[in-house]
């Protein structure tokens, strides 16, 4: 994780209420970066496989789908949190 990351999750953690809403599931396997981000007041929504590689309109498309579950889950939890946000269901499944 480089600086400029590391200092953006630090000031949005500051200001909490924030949901990042991300394809790059690096994150989720990066040992240091995933123990910052867990560490924050961030909420993170990431997209399934099949989703990332869908077309921007599909991915848009599913996003408004999703939002009411996206802000139900986000309204449920405690920052650090990690969510997979799927390609066709409805249920986001949380990530370890």
Request: proline share 4%.
């Amino acid at each position: 994780m480089n600086t400029k990351d590391i200092d953006l999750i630090a000031e949005l953690s500051r200001q909490g209420g924030w949901i990042m809403i991300s394809g790059d599931r690096r994150i989720t396997r990066n040992k240091a970066e995933k123990q910052a981000f867990q560490n924050s007041r961030i909420i993170g929504m990431f997209l399934s496989p099949g989703l990332y590689k869908a077309p921007v309109l599909k991915q848009a498309e599913r996003l408004i789908a999703l939002w009411p579950s996206i802000e139900k889950v986000a309204g449920s939890v405690t920052g650090g949190s990690m969510f997979e946000l799927p390609m066709t269901s409805l249920k986001i499944s949380s990530l370890k």
